[in-house]
């Protein structure tokens, strides 16, 4: 069986691009652009460190810059300033993307794939990859009903990414900037149905089944941060980005092999261990440090 000190140490060779680096390794940074320069291949003019979040703003839907508790309202994702501003605290966040597609990254943290009882002694080869749509998009602080046709409603916190530009067969050169952003995501599930499924259509990819928020960090170092997911308060998971299987690199130029990656698209990398069940009137907080909190209120 692997230990996790050979997970941190273990040297590897990318299955997509050749290149050789420890996991938690092989990033290069560089600024990450807002969707409007990066999709029209421009280089970007915005500060080196932004905060862009959606909200909704007198029955429109709206993109602004965070200026500390100020929101500043932008013409579309990291645009001019419109003049218009609200503030933070009683602003209507909406998920922080518009995305074509939500893509999964499944069992990329190794703790993870022991307590689901599918350690096998071997790393994984390539990362598992599932789907959800658009309408699983929740928005944070937005109550998610507890579904009534399943009995054990899972909970997995994890880092997500918000694709800014078009993006197909990525190199490890430019995969970083290839991201708009990242954020905080909850891959709920239906974890009786992604048993007896033979797809995990019904267990993912649900109404509401994928909150993410409240905002995106344009400038951001994911390679090793922590992810926590409290319940109720309670710690349910306490992991680091270093210990994925698969970093943010290895996942994009992956990706952008078998499909072209468009900007709003959204990537969930993984979850750590200690995934669990709620119940109805739970309250979850997912915490990526360095991003901040999304919360998750679970209705009747």
């Known amino acids: 069986m692997l230990r996790r000190d050979a997970l941190r140490t273990r040297r590897s060779r990318c299955q997509i691009c050749g290149a050789e680096f420890g996991r938690g390794e092989g990033m290069t940074l560089r600024p990450v652009l807002p969707f409007g320069e990066a999709a029209e291949g421009r280089a970007a ?3 080196p460190f932004m905060r862009l979040v959606r909200l909704q703003h007198e029955g429109t839907a709206h993109w602004g810059q965070i200026e ?5 309202l932008t013409r579309g994702v990291g645009g001019e300033r419109t003049g ?3 503030l933070l605290g009683g602003a209507a966040l909406l998920a922080p993307a518009e995305p074509t597609k939500i893509v999964c990254v499944g069992r990329n943290y190794l703790d993870h794939i022991r307590e689901l009882g599918n350690d096998t002694g071997d790393l994984p080869k390539e990362p598992g990859i599932f789907l959800k749509g658009p309408n699983a998009l929740a928005e944070p602080g937005g109550t998610v009903a507890y579904p009534s046709w399943t009995s054990n409603f899972h909970f997995e916190g994890e880092l997500a990414l918000v694709i800014g ?3 197909r067969n990525l190199t490890a050169e430019d995969a970083p900037s290839a991201v708009a952003g990242y954020t905080c995501g909850l891959d709920l599930t239906a974890r009786d149905l992604q048993k007896t499924d033979l797809q995990w259509f019904r267990a ?10 409240p905002w995106l960090e344009t400038e951001f170092d994911p390679r090793d941060v922590r992810v926590q997911t409290r319940v109720n308060g309670e710690i349910r998971q306490d992991g ?3 210990h994925m299987i698969f970093n943010v690199v290895d996942i994009l130029t992956y990706l952008s092999r078998f499909v072209t990656l468009e900007p709003g698209d959204v990537v969930l990398t993984g979850t750590p261990e200690g995934v669990g069940p709620l119940q109805r009137g739970d309250t979850v907080e997912v915490e990526v440090e360095g991003i901040g909190v999304l919360t998750t209120p679970i209705g009747a």
């Open 45 to 47: 003019r915005y500060p």
């Open 84 to 86: 218009e501003a609200v």
């Open 204 to 213: 993912k990819a649900a109404d509401r089944f994928c909150p993410l928020g």
């Open 68 to 72: 500390g508790e100020t929101v500043h």
């Open 240 to 242: 680091r980005t270093s």
């Open 165 to 167: 530009r078009r993006a």
